[in-house]
């Protein structure tokens, strides 16, 4: 991993922790959930946002660009469309396998079958 996506893994450990501690701190009446909902007698409820609400909003936002931060640093490159090529080597691993071994199933084969007529009247 890189030195920037090691930063960014420290830093969402932190957040996260942070943010944990955040919520539990929070009176349960009041919040996040007071921002939406009804409980004040503006349109769309109450604006007077405490210290704790506002510094876990801005911990979420931390939250999702340290993700997709981390999302975009760690993502595997694209899987290659043209699998003839992979194809070819594996048939070329499974040549060279089959005749470094001796066919087994052939032998046991014929170890089981009864001898041919032709074979006994020679």
């Known amino acids: 991993?890189?030195?920037?996506?090691?930063?960014?893994?420290?830093?969402?450990?932190i957040v996260c922790?942070?943010?944990v501690?955040?919520?539990?701190v929070q009176n349960e009446e009041?919040?996040?959930?007071?921002?939406l909902s009804g409980a004040g007698t503006a349109a769309f409820g109450s604006h007077s946002a405490g210290v704790l609400t506002k510094t876990t909003f801005v911990?979420?936002?931390f939250f999702f660009v340290t993700s997709f931060?981390?999302?975009?640093?760690?993502?595997k490159p694209a899987a290659v469309k043209d699998l003839s090529a992979a194809a070819t080597v594996e048939q070329q691993?499974?040549?060279e396998n089959a005749g470094s071994q001796s066919e087994w199933w052939k032998d046991s084969d014929s170890a089981g079958k009864a001898p041919s007529p032709e074979a006994s009247t020679k």
Not at 7 to 12: H, P, Q
Not at 21 to 24: D, G, K, T
Not at 69 to 75: D, M, P, V, Y
């Open 1 to 13: 991993m890189s030195t920037i996506g090691v930063i960014l893994l420290v830093a969402f450990v």
């Open 17 to 19: 922790i942070l943010l």
């Open 21 to 24: 501690l955040l919520v539990l």
């Open 30 to 35: 009041g919040g996040m959930g007071g921002l």
């Open 59 to 61: 911990l979420v936002i």
């Open 69 to 75: 931060g981390l999302a975009l640093i760690n993502k």
């Open 93 to 95: 691993a499974a040549t």
